[in-house]
C-alpha cells in the first residue's frame, strides 16, 4: 500500500515536471515560502546556539515565559 | 524591549549566521538579547521560513523575515512575515495581552 502511495507520488512528480518546464527559469522571482505554522499551532521545539555559544532550547521557557522569535535574514544587513 | 520584559516575555533573534557574526553583530548594534544560529537552517525548515534570495545571479536560501509569538503552554500566538515583521509593537501587543501566568 505505502509502496504504490510512493509510486503514484514520484509518477505525479515527474509528470509535473515535465509539464512545467524551465518553471525555474533565471527571471523567476525569489521564491517566497510562507510559514504553515498558524496562531494556534504547537511551536516546534528546537535547540540553537546563542551568540555565546550556549544552546538555547525553545522548551525551557514553556510554563516560565512568552517567547517571541524574530527571524532575520542575515546579519549586519537592514532588517 | 522593556514593555516585552513586562510582559513576561524573552526576545530571541535567529538567522544563519554563526555565533561569531551574531555576537558582533549584537554588539554592533546593541541588542540585549540573544542572537540564535541556525547555520544547518534545520529550524527555518521546521518553521517553513526558508526564502530564496537571488545575489548577483546565485541563489542563496536564508530566513523569510518572520516573528512568531509563543506563549507559556507552547502554542503559537502570533504569526507576522516581511514587512510587518519589522515593527515589534504588534507582537508587543500580543504580549501585553496573554495571561501573566
Redesign the interface.
Known amino acids: 500500500m505505502r509502496h504504490t502511495f510512493v509510486k503514484v507520488s514520484l509518477a505525479t512528480a515527474l509528470l509535473c515536471a515535465a509539464l512545467l518546464p524551465g518553471a525555474r527559469s533565471?527571471q523567476e522571482k525569489?521564491?517566497?515560502?510562507?510559514?504553515?505554522?498558524?496562531?494556534?499551532?504547537?511551536?516546534?521545539?528546537?535547540t540553537?546556539?546563542?551568540?555565546?555559544?550556549k544552546q538555547?532550547h525553545?522548551?525551557d521557557?514553556?510554563?516560565?515565559?512568552?517567547?517571541?522569535?524574530?527571524?532575520?535574514?542575515?546579519?549586519?544587513t537592514e532588517? | 524591549m522593556a514593555k516585552l520584559e513586562a510582559s513576561d516575555a524573552v526576545v530571541f533573534g535567529i538567522s544563519i549566521d554563526s555565533p561569531a557574526a551574531n555576537n558582533a553583530f549584537a554588539q554592533k548594534i546593541g541588542v540585549t538579547f540573544p542572537l540564535l544560529s541556525d547555520m544547518n537552517r534545520k529550524v527555518l525548515k521546521q518553521y517553513g521560513i526558508l526564502k530564496m534570495y537571488d545575489v548577483q545571479k546565485e541563489e542563496y536560501d536564508w530566513a523569510q523575515r518572520t516573528t512568531f509569538v509563543v506563549d507559556k503552554r507552547g502554542v503559537i500566538q502570533s504569526v507576522e512575515e516581511e514587512a510587518s515583521a519589522i515593527n515589534p509593537n504588534s507582537a508587543i501587543a500580543v504580549c501585553t495581552k496573554l495571561p501573566k501566568k
Open positions: 533565471a525569489p521564491k517566497v515560502n510562507h510559514t504553515s505554522l498558524k496562531v494556534g499551532d504547537s511551536a516546534p521545539d528546537f540553537l546556539l546563542d551568540n555565546q555559544w538555547v525553545l522548551s521557557y514553556r510554563g516560565k515565559k512568552n517567547v517571541v522569535l524574530a527571524f532575520y535574514v542575515l546579519a549586519f532588517g
